[in-house]
């Protein structure tokens, strides 16, 4: 996502800011797991 915290946001409202920013943070978060999900999908730990 190249929009970023910089561009769009800046020129907002503080409301509004915080509500683009929340978001933000919550999109971080999914694909972090998406990520970690993938990975351990393709990295499966062995039990012995």
Same mark, same amino acid.
């Given at each position: $996502?190249?929009?970023?915290?910089?561009?769009?946001?800046?020129?907002?409202?503080?409301?509004?800011?915080?509500?683009?920013?929340?978001v933000?943070?919550?999109?971080?978060?999914?694909r972090?797991?998406?990520?970690?999900?993938?990975?351990? $999908?393709?990295?499966?730990?062995?039990?012995?």
């Amino acid at each position: $996502m190249a929009f970023g915290h910089g561009l769009y946001s800046e020129h907002l409202e503080s409301p509004e800011r915080a509500k683009i920013l929340a978001v933000w943070h919550l999109l971080e978060i999914a694909r972090t797991t998406v990520d970690r999900s993938i990975h351990c $999908m393709n990295n499966p730990k062995t039990t012995a």
